[in-house]
C-alpha cells in the first residue's frame, strides 16, 4: 500500500510563497492522478488542484488559479504546491492524495484512495 508524506508546511506572511511536497513511498504510475486538499479548522476539506502523472494535465480550484501550481518530478517521484501570494484564508492543513486509477481518467471528479497525514500552512497577515 502506498503511503505519502507531505512537508514544506510553515508559517509564513501574507504575500510570501511557500512550496509543499508530497513523497509517494512507491513509484507514481502513468495513469495515477495526484492532488492537495487543504482543510481549514471548522471546515471542510476542500479540493486545491490535482495532476496526472502521465502528462502534467492538471486542473485548480478557482481560489487558488493564478497563484498556486502543481507540479511533479517523475524521476525523483515526488510531487509539489507552489504556493504564491499567500493569503491569510490560505491556512489550512494541506493534504496529498493518490488516486490510484489503472486507466487514463478524467481529472474532475477523481476519488482518491490513499492520503497523507498533512501539513501545516499558517498564512498572517
Known amino acids: 500500500q502506498v503511503q505519502l508524506v507531505e512537508s514544506g508546511g510553515g508559517l509564513v506572511q501574507a504575500g510570501d510563497s511557500l512550496t509543499l511536497s508530497c513523497a509517494p513511498s512507491t513509484p507514481m504510475l502513468s495513469n495515477y492522478i495526484m492532488a492537495w486538499f487543504r482543510q481549514a479548522p471548522g471546515k471542510e476539506r476542500e479540493f486545491v488542484g490535482n495532476?496526472?502523472?502521465?502528462?502534467?494535465?492538471?486542473t485548480y480550484a478557482d481560489s487558488v488559479r493564478g497563484r498556486f501550481t502543481i507540479s511533479r518530478d517523475n524521476p525523483r517521484n515526488m510531487l509539489y504546491l507552489q504556493m504564491s501570494m499567500l493569503k491569510p484564508e490560505d491556512t489550512a492543513q494541506y493534504f496529498c492524495?493518490?488516486?490510484?486509477?489503472?486507466?487514463?481518467?478524467?481529472?474532475?471528479?477523481?476519488?482518491?484512495?490513499?492520503w497523507g497525514q498533512g501539513t501545516q500552512v499558517t498564512v498572517s497577515s
Open positions: 495532476i496526472r502523472w502521465r502528462d502534467s494535465q492538471r
Open positions: 492524495a493518490v488516486r490510484l486509477a489503472d486507466r487514463r481518467e478524467p481529472l474532475a471528479g477523481a476519488r482518491y484512495d490513499v
